[in-house]
């Protein structure tokens, strides 16, 4: 206390003693992801073998980068990263925005129902990617189950077999796991809409419809646009779900860009390629989120 009195006194400010008071903090913030996204632009730039130390680590320049665009595998793994990314976000918001707008109204049994819809979003994503798979397991799962008894099959089906059936089976499990994160965020957006708007065009006559396409979805372009970049940062880097339940395949059909990256890197060791596979993912995901907001900030009112 006194010591900060004194400095005080000696003519420092006190927004320049707030800054000295966080610098170690900040230090430590700064230093925890700044040092291992400049080493994995390093690495990048480098021929970085750990399971042939011989070859030292020397400077290729663009050489790794230059090689992402002659290998199927990447291209194949781009693809497989945007298709679960698409795939999952509008399963999300197909029933994410019907839960919301279900929860906004004042209905008695809404408390108990936020309580069971937050369950899927509580879970880690190891135990639900393990659960689902287990309930696709092609022998005694419960989805097959379902299916033969309601007759809409007529024998188990292998899911994971299947290149489609497993990509839509990963977009099924993070889309259940997702939705409750998705409708929470746009009830919020919900909520922050003036009563009296939707009162005004009851008095002018408008249909339930027209209320919501002139009125809800304008005021909640903020919340989805925000929802968006979460989920979308969140999709692309999806690592977990991906690694538990079919580790890319069959056949790499499910492989994204960040389990290939760790298949490069980890099992065999090629921490340059890896590392510029890494990259190419992060600014795949900065040209994505710049594409959603522009997208979002420049849609035309429907006034």
């Known amino acids: ?32 992801l700044l040092i291992p996204i400049l080493s994995t632009i390093w690495y990048s730039f480098h021929n970085v073998r750990l399971n042939m130390p011989q070859l030292g680590q020397p400077f290729v320049g663009l050489e790794n980068y230059k090689n992402l665009f002659f290998d199927p595998r990447f291209w194949n793994a781009l693809k497989n990263t945007l298709l679960f990314t698409l795939g999952s976000l509008f399963l999300s918001f197909l029933f994410g925005l019907p839960i919301a707008l279900t929860l906004n109204k004042n209905l ?131 690592f977990d779900i991906l690694y538990t339940m079919t580790y890319g395949g069959p056949v790499n059909a499910t492989e994204t860009l960040s389990l290939y990256s760790y298949k490069v890197v980890f099992p065999f060791l090629n921490f340059g390629y890896g590392s510029a596979i890494a990259i190419a993912l992060t600014a795949i995901s900065g040209v994505l989120c710049v594409y959603y907001v522009k997208t979002l900030l420049t849609y035309s009112s429907p006034y």
Not at 2 to 31: D, N
Request: contains cysteine; hydrophobic residues 55%.
């Open 108 to 238: 008695f049994f809404n408390t108990g129902i936020r309580a069971i819809v937050l369950i899927p979003w509580s879970m880690p994503m190891v135990v639900c990617a393990l659960m689902w798979k287990w309930m696709y397991n092609g022998v005694f799962g419960i989805i097959n189950e379902i299916l033969l008894r309601f007759g809409l099959i007529g024998e188990y089906i292998q899911w994971f077999d299947s290149a489609n059936l497993a990509m839509y089976s990963l977009m099924i499990t993070d889309a259940w796991k997702s939705t409750p994160f998705v409708a929470i965020m746009l009830l919020a957006g919900l909520k922050a809409i003036p009563e009296d708007l939707y009162e005004a065009a009851r008095v002018d006559g408008a249909s339930s419809f027209h209320s919501f396409w002139r009125i809800t979805m304008p005021l909640l372009k903020p919340a989805i646009m925000v929802t968006l970049l979460f989920r979308t940062l969140d999709l692309v880097k999806a």
């Open 1 to 32: 206390m006194h010591s900060t009195k004194g400095l005080l006194k000696r003519g420092l400010r006190r927004e320049q003693l707030a800054y000295l008071l966080i610098l170690p903090a900040l230090v430590l913030v700064l230093s925890t």
